[in-house]
């Protein structure tokens, strides 16, 4: 590929979803698929090499985040990828390492997702929380802290600040896209 930003690997090449903003200071490689109206903001590594990496529509990865995954052996034979879902929010200096997570989601500023763990939708990870490996948190909820515990149903307006916060950060994605054409 001529673009720096987008790497191959052993021959897999990133798939791009509509309207895709990928900032120039981060790297997206090998098995990954990216759905339309996602942003990769800078300094983030999204790296597909042994496993797949697949994010949702209308999500957004930011500034300084790191996204693996954990490579198929014969005691883990599917590994673990990374699955992404809708409208998820993940925030600056976050790490995602072979995870699932569903729709609406906000993972708090440097939060850690571990292998195996599966994260419900409409739920907020509090900044700097740690979902331990295989994890399994319920959908609607806030988990804060290290480890990770459920703290308590999230609000009717926490849920509206889900989806405003992903909208806002789809409104920006855009206009960073108007920049650069």
């Known amino acids: 590929m001529t673009n720096s930003k987008l790497r191959?690997?052993?021959?897999?090449?990133?798939k791009l979803g509509?309207?895709?903003?990928?900032?120039?200071?981060?790297?997206?490689?090998?098995?990954?698929?990216?759905a339309d109206d996602v942003s990769i903001w800078p300094l983030v590594v999204v790296r597909g090499d042994v496993n797949s990496i697949s994010i949702g529509r209308c999500s957004n990865v930011q500034d300084g985040s790191v996204l693996h995954v954990t490579r198929k052996t014969e005691r883990n034979?599917?590994?673990?990828p990374l699955v992404i879902g809708e409208q998820v929010t993940i925030g600056h200096k976050v790490m995602l390492h072979g995870c699932t997570l569903g729709n609406r989601i906000l993972?708090?500023?440097?939060a850690i997702v571990m292998d195996g763990a599966v994260v419900g939708d409409d739920i907020i990870i509090g900044a700097?929380?740690?979902?331990a490996p295989n994890k399994v948190l319920d959908a609607g909820y806030l988990y804060v802290g290290n480890p990770a515990t459920k703290k308590r149903p999230?609000?009717?307006?926490e849920l509206h600040f889900l989806k405003a916060t992903n909208a806002n950060y789809v409104r920006l994605k855009d206009e960073y896209l108007l920049e650069q054409n």
């Open 8 to 14: 191959s690997y052993r021959g897999i090449t990133p």
């Open 18 to 34: 509509e309207n895709v903003y990928i900032d120039n200071s981060s790297v997206v490689i090998g098995d990954i698929t990216i």
């Open 77 to 80: 034979p599917d590994g673990f």
């Open 107 to 110: 993972v708090g500023m440097g």
């Open 128 to 131: 700097g929380s740690l979902v």
């Open 154 to 157: 999230l609000t009717e307006d």
